[in-house]
Every structure is written in structure tokens, then in C-alpha cells.
């Protein structure tokens, strides 16, 4: 690690978590894990009730943030001025663009002040009424997230649904962050709550066409959403009758309803395998009907348009995905009939059918491009984009005989833009294009995509954003993001809090690595299980590369990762502390192998087919101990390192990144910053409220400035 710039230092003393060591053997492998103890054993509980935490526990995380309070003292006032610039620059009064739906249209937005959004209707086709504050005219508030939200440390709405007669909402609420939620159900006409209450849901719900029949999913005990419901109003919803339950501890089951809303749609899936069933919405207590029985590492997904389901599937060597064609009377994967064929490079990303249109979303060339085929006739083109490097988002709407598709577009300089386009005429009108209130000009910036060579040969795309300004002579400090998990790809949009760094002279940066799928499925596949490392050897080229071509240099960089990005940054930070001069790693996985080698938490079979199973494979084991961060910590000098946890977060619990720097503590040998912080009353996504989670980002961006000596700006 470089010392030219002395590492900030902390009048308070830093917390020491005792060391009680717990001996596990698996394979005949033993090790030691000295801070096991900080998982609460009541765990459980926790989630659904921080307040029953153990209070040993709870005081060694009320230490660590105490200490992570007084280190990050001498930068208050830095994070006010962050906390109010990225405030400034969003649109406290937004709203989104209405979605007609029959007589109405349907939209959220927020007001000026408010932490939450506010759902809405008017009548289909009105105006603004001319204020600036978002409400239409005849505008009708359905749900007020501020209100609901009044009194309560978390909120957080989901799966807010009306129903196909416009008189009723469902809507369901997480009140800690634990994303277990309760659904409620609204009389729109009266404004009263029906007494048809649901607890232990996982979010989605889907209405039959009747308007009176609801179908939902509950989590079991291992927060595994495992069952499907179907709820008649006015029943009892202790005796809602059980639709689908999933045996295989390793699926999760979601609810979805297609497009032309024949078909509600049952799935269960884990990250490379699906199995779909659906249902005729206009019958809702006819059974599922299956589609083709799940194989491993073949994922489907289906619509339906006239008497064909179409599917998008890897199925028959399709890495990159195709879409097929099957009867609706015959769906079995022996029916399927290529409509669209495979074409490898090309990965298809999702599906969007209208009545005579079918539209896909699909990347080449690390690009996303929407493509718009006329049915039956087949005819397609292309929705043609200038910029070097975008992002690009169907935006699903509730009709289905329409020629007009929304889209949503945005770049590393351009803010988002919202379109109608005319599939027939070809042409697309502006709707929206995202304010920034403090101002924001495009061209005060530059965006740029260059290639990393990687450690095998591969080209690693890395996409930046800088002032123009900004010196390309290696001294600008350099925040460099990665996530590489999950065939989950990070989009070169528009980020308004990023511009809080890159307006002090920070060059930021996104590593499309493997074990996503910027550069197609294959790149994907290339970053998981046994070629997990791959992932982290392309984030450590991506910063060579990036010091190659002069943007920094070696020890001015600061990775930045979340969840199994927060993994990366602690593989990284272990293989090459050299190269950062900081690690901000937002609830980071960082204890993978001891989590992977306990089928009872609450995501841990689903994720073996992403890692590997430790319990039954002594190759996946060793592979896995050979990067878990907390596993692989060494007596050598770190980088200065930001850890964040969420309490009641059921993704990557608060003990993954408690132990990780309790070990970190315990065996580093430099003096530089280590840091948690754990939001004591919120999940996996921080605080729930939109300027609550400006703070975690003013942290965060703070602790950034000052580990690279600009935190005086």
C-alpha cells in the first residue's frame, strides 16, 4: 500500500471483538472461526424484531458504529454538503409518466419533502394541472407512502396492484427492512381497508380477472418464498387454498401475469434453472398447468400471443437465448418451434408481446438495442441510439392492443429520458427527461469505454466517467464499481449522486467483469462456481488497465461493491491491496464458505447452483476456501476499508460483514481506516426512505474523499 498520504487518524479507540473459537471440520477439513459468535443464535427472530437481539451483540455493533461516527467526524460538515448536493439535484415534486389503463391512467410521484412515493390515478388522458408538484387533473391518491409511512423507522411499499375493475388495491408493506411482507387490500370507492389480511408474504400478487380472486406467495421459515396462495375477498385468509408449493429447498416461486392478461403465470426457479406453470385468469381456480418440467441450467420464461405461448429460453444450446413458439393446447418443451434462433454474442435480455407486436430487449458488443418484429408478418427493425455507451429499459405498460411501446433511456452523461414509440410509424416521442434541479450540463463531461486485457486474454470493458477538466495524467483519484455475480450486468446509465465525486475531481469507473452478462451468457458462465476467481482477476485487470492508459495510479484507486460485489471488493482486497487506496463494501458477502455450508439460512441453497455446493462437493469446498474473504485475511497491510450491514437484512446477514472486520481488526498490520457501520433498523437496501439513503451515500462518498486526501473539498 502506498504511504504518500498518511492515513487519517481516530481519536476513539477502535473496538475489539473477543475471540471465542469454535472449531467446524467438514471433508475432514478443520478451521476456526474465532467470531462465529456474532450471529445471533435467535436470528430468526431478529429479523422480524431487532429489539431481541443479543445484547452482547447489539453492543459490539453499537461500538463499531460509535467509532465509525467519531473516525468520520472530522468530515460532518463534508457529508452535509454531499447529503444536500445529491438532494439538490433530485426533483423533490417528480412524477412519473401515467400508464392508461381503460378509463384511467395510473402513476406515482412524490412531493416536495416526502420520503416515499405516492400512488396515484386520474382519468386516462388528462392534463397537469399546472403546478409543479406532479398531480393531474381529476388526479386520485390511492396510496400515500408518506402517511403510511408515519411513525415507523422502515417502510417500504411493494407489489401495488388495482384490480382489472379499477375498484380495488392490493399492496403489500415490508415495516423493518426483513422483506417479509403483510398485504393489505383497499376499497378504492370508500377508502376502506378490507379485513383481508395477509402476513409472511414475499411481495408479488397478481389479481384473476375477476377483480375478486388474489394470488400471492408466503415465505417459510428460512425466508424461502415457497408457496403460492389463491385468496377469494371476504374469505378467511388462514383458509386460502394452497396453489403451488415448491419441495426443492434450492427454488424460489414468483408470480407474474402475461401481457395480453390470459395467463397468470407460476415460477419456480433458482439462478440457472426454471419451471414454469400458469393458470387461465379468467378461471381462477383451475389448476396450473405445466409448461415443460424443469431441467438443470435450462431457463424459460413464457408469454402468450393468440393461440401460441412464445418462450424464451436457453433450452438446446442456446447460451445466449432464443425464442420459440409452442401450442397453447401442447407447451412441452418438445413443441418448441425457434421463431427468433439462436445467434451466439447475442444475448436476448427479455420479451415485451402486444397484440401485433412482438419487442425484445438484447445485447451485442456489451450494447443493449431494442428490436420491434410485426406480427404475423415478422418484419423487424431496429430503435437506433447515437451515444458511445447507454442503458436501455422496456417499461411495461397494462395495454395490449396498442401500436405504442415505452422505453426508457440514459447514459453516463445524459439523464434519463422516457419514450412513446410508434411501432408502426417508427417514430418516438419525448415524454419525460429527468430534471436536475441544482443543473446539469452534458457537456461538462466525458464518458468513455475502453478494454482491459485480462489475466487470461480476455477484454475486460470498462466504462468511465470524468469532467472534462479532470487531469488524465495519472493523478486523479479513481472510484472503481464491480458487482460480477448472478449474470446481473451493470448499465453505463445516469447516476445523479456520482456526480458529487466526479465534480471534486474523481474519474468514475464500472467494471463489466465476468460473472455478468455485459459481454454475453458465456461471460456469465465464465465467472461463477470453479471460474468464480475469474471475476476477481478481471476487476484487479480492469484497474491495471485503467493505470495502463494513464487515468491513476496504483493506491488511488477506491473499489466499490455491494453484496456480492461487497464479496469482490473483499477477494480484491486480499489479492492485490496494492492497488487501492480504499474499499467501500456495502453489505458485503463476505463469509461465503461458512454460509455455504449451512442449508438453513435463509439463501443458501438457492445459491449453490451460483457457488457451489461445499456440503456434498470437496472440490466446490476448496474452491470456495481458496477466495472467501473472511477466510483468506491475512497479517498484511489493507487498503482503509468502509463495511456496511443491514440488521434485519435476510440476503447477507449482519454478521458477514461484522466478523469480516472483527477478523480484519485482529490481523492487519497497517493503520489505516477500518470501518463498519450497520443501519440498526434496516435491510439489505439501507435505509427505506429516498433522502435517508442520500446519508449511507454521503458516508460512503465521504469516507472516499477522505481516504484520497480531498476530503477538505
Known sequence: MPSDRAAPTV?????????????????????????????????REVMRDPAVLDPEIRAYLEAENAYTKAAMAPTEALQKRLFEEMKGRIKEDDSSVPSPDGPYAYYQRFEVGGQHPVFCRCPAGAAPVGRQDGKREGEEVLLDGNREAEGESYFRVAG???????????????????????????????????????EEAQGSLVWANDGRTLFYVTLDAEHRPSKVFRHRLGDDPSAD?????????????????????????????????????????????????????????????????????????????????????????????????????????????????????????????????????????????????????????????????????????????????????????????????????????????EARRVLARGHDGEEVPVSLVYRRTTPLDGSAPLLLYGYGSYGMSTPAGFSTNRFSLIDRGFIYAIAHIRGGTDKGYGWYLHGKREKKVNTFHDFISAAEGLIDAGFTRAGQIVGHGGS????????????????????????????????????????????????????????????????????????????????????????????????WVARLRATKTDGNLLLLNTIMTGGHGGSSGRFDKLHEVALSYAFALLVCGKAEN
Open 11 to 43: 481519536s476513539a479507540e477502535a473496538p475489539v471483538a473477543p475471540r471465542k473459537p469454535k472449531r467446524i471440520e467438514l471433508h475432514g477439513i478443520v478451521r476456526e472461526d474465532p467470531y462465529a459468535w456474532l450471529r445471533d443464535d435467535n436470528w
Open 160 to 198: 401495488c396492484e388495482h384490480s382489472p375493475d379499477h375498484r380495488l388495491l392490493a399492496y403489500a408493506v415490508d415495516r423493518n427492512g426483513s422483506e417479509r411482507y403483510r398485504i393489505t387490500v383497499k376499497d378504492l370507492a370508500s377508502g376502506e381497508l378490507l379485513p383481508d389480511a395477509i
Open 241 to 445: 387454498t394452497l396453489v403451488y408449493e415448491e419441495p426443492d429447498p434450492g427454488f424460489f416461486v414468483g408470480l407474474d401475469k402475461t401481457e395480453s392478461d390470459r395467463f397468470i403465470v407460476l415460477s419456480a426457479h433458482d439462478h440457472t434453472t426454471s419451471e414454469v406453470r400458469v393458470i387461465d385468469a379468467a378461471k381462477p381456480e383451475s389448476a396450473p398447468e405445466l409448461i415443460a418440467l424443469r431441467e438443470r441450467d435450462i431457463e424459460y420464461e413464457v408469454t402468450d400471443h393468440g393461440e401460441r405461448f412464445l418462450v424464451l429460453t436457453n433450452a438446446g444450446g442456446a447460451i445466449d437465448f432464443k425464442i420459440a413458439e409452442a401450442p397453447l393446447d401442447a407447451p412441452g418443451r418438445e413443441n418448441w418451434r425457434d421463431l427468433v434462433p439462436h445467434k451466439e454474442g447475442r444475448l436476448i435480455l427479455s420479451l415485451l408481446v402486444f397484440k401485433d407486436y412482438m419487442v425484445r430487449l438484447e445485447r451485442e458488443n456489451s450494447l443493449p438495442r431494442i428490436i420491434v418484429t410485426a406480427l404475423p408478418s415478422g418484419e423487424e427493425h431496429a430503435i437506433a441510439f447515437d451515444e458511445e455507451a447507454y442503458s436501455l429499459a422496456l417499461v411495461p405498460g397494462y395495454l395490449y392492443d396498442t401500436a405504442t411501446l415505452r422505453f426508457a433511456y440514459s447514459s453516463l452523461t445524459t439523464p434519463q429520458q422516457v419514450y412513446d414509440y410508434d411501432m408502426a410509424g417508427r417514430s418516438r416521442e419525448l415524454l419525460k427527461e429527468q430534471e436536475v434541479p441544482s443543473g446539469h450540463n452534458p457537456a461538462d463531461y
Open 564 to 659: 456480492a460485489g461487497g464479496m469482490l471488493m473483499g477477494a480484491v482486497a486480499n489479492m492485490r491491496p496494492d492497488l487501492f487506496r480504499g474499499i467501500v463494501a456495502e453489505v458485503p458477502f463476505v463469509d461465503v464458505l461458512t454460509t455455504m455450508c449451512d442449508k438453513d439460512l435463509p439463501l443458501t441453497p438457492p445459491e449453490w447452483p451460483e457457488w457451489g455446493n461445499p456440503l456434498e462437493s470437496l472440490e466446490a469446498y476448496k474452491t470456495i476456501a481458496a477466495y472467501s474473504p473472511y477466510d483468506n485475511v491475512e497479517a498484511k497491510d489493507y487498503p482503509a476499508i468502509l463495511a456496511t450491514a443491514g440488521l434485519t437484512d435476510p440476503r447477507v446477514t449482519y454478521w458477514e460483514p461484522a466478523k
